[in-house]
């Protein structure tokens, strides 16, 4: 499924750097196409092996959340953005080699120990989809157990995924945080009305779950629905 302007052929030459980004970063940010779960999937890679910014849109929210100034089109709205690589470590360590690709599909096949996203939706929809955060294995991941492969159904059904290459994505997404209203996201986002909400979910979820002993790990995660 596809929605929107085609970038294909501008995503090979956009990846230079920037020192600020621009606002036909943010435009063609905001305008590319929109994917579902299967075209990512797809045996024929989708998503770039590059570093960029992705958004996430959603059909159905996964809370009660205002979205009166969020960014909305097709009937989806845009609630998350993420980027990869993470910026270097100031250590001089060496950075992240992570790339869209990798990402992305972590987002919509992984776990919630691997993925903010799946644990941010998970603890929202905990009630509707009857799953629970639990610690796993040796106590140290805390994720959905066979929750996840819930979670993935539902992402498959409401949660589509555009993505920007871009060379320095941290710098585009710290200016999407100031600029948009992005409800899902907590990292330098405390300004945003649903910042308290979901930061007391998911520290609740995760406080009831070390409460509890941990689990035998399941072995599986949201790959398959």
């Known amino acids: 499924m596809k929605r929107g302007c085609s970038l294909n052929a501008h995503a090979r030459c956009v990846l230079q750097y920037r020192s600020v980004p621009t606002s036909d970063d943010v435009a063609r940010y905001l305008a590319a196409n929109i994917h579902s779960r299967a075209d990512v999937l797809a045996k024929s890679p989708l998503v770039e092996p590059a570093p960029g910014v992705y958004g996430w849109w959603f059909r159905e929210l ?3 959340i205002d979205i009166a100034d969020c960014q909305s089109r097709d009937g989806l709205t845009l609630l998350y953005a993420g980027i990869s690589p993470q910026a270097p470590p ?3 360590r060496s950075p992240s080699k992570q790339t869209l690709h990798k990402r992305i599909r972590t987002h919509y096949t992984g776990n919630a120990a691997r993925s903010t996203l799946r644990l941010t939706l998970g603890c929202l929809l905990a009630d ?8 796993y294995g040796s106590g140290a991941r805390l994720h959905f157990g066979a929750g996840e492969q819930d979670l993935s159904r539902w992402m498959a059904a409401n949660a589509f995924v555009s993505w920007y290459p871009i060379a320095q994505p941290w710098l585009l997404e710290d200016h999407l945080l100031e600029t948009l209203d992005l409800p899902l996201n907590l990292d330098k986002n405390n300004r945003n009305p649903f910042h308290a909400r979901l930061k007391h979910a998911r520290a609740t979820a995760r406080e009831k779950a070390r409460s509890l002993p ?8 949201g790959t398959h629905i």
């Open 62 to 64: 996964p809370a009660d």
């Open 128 to 135: 509707r989809l009857a799953i629970e955060l639990r610690l």
């Open 214 to 221: 941990a689990l035998p790990n399941p072995g599986i995660g």
């Open 90 to 92: 100031r250590s001089g």
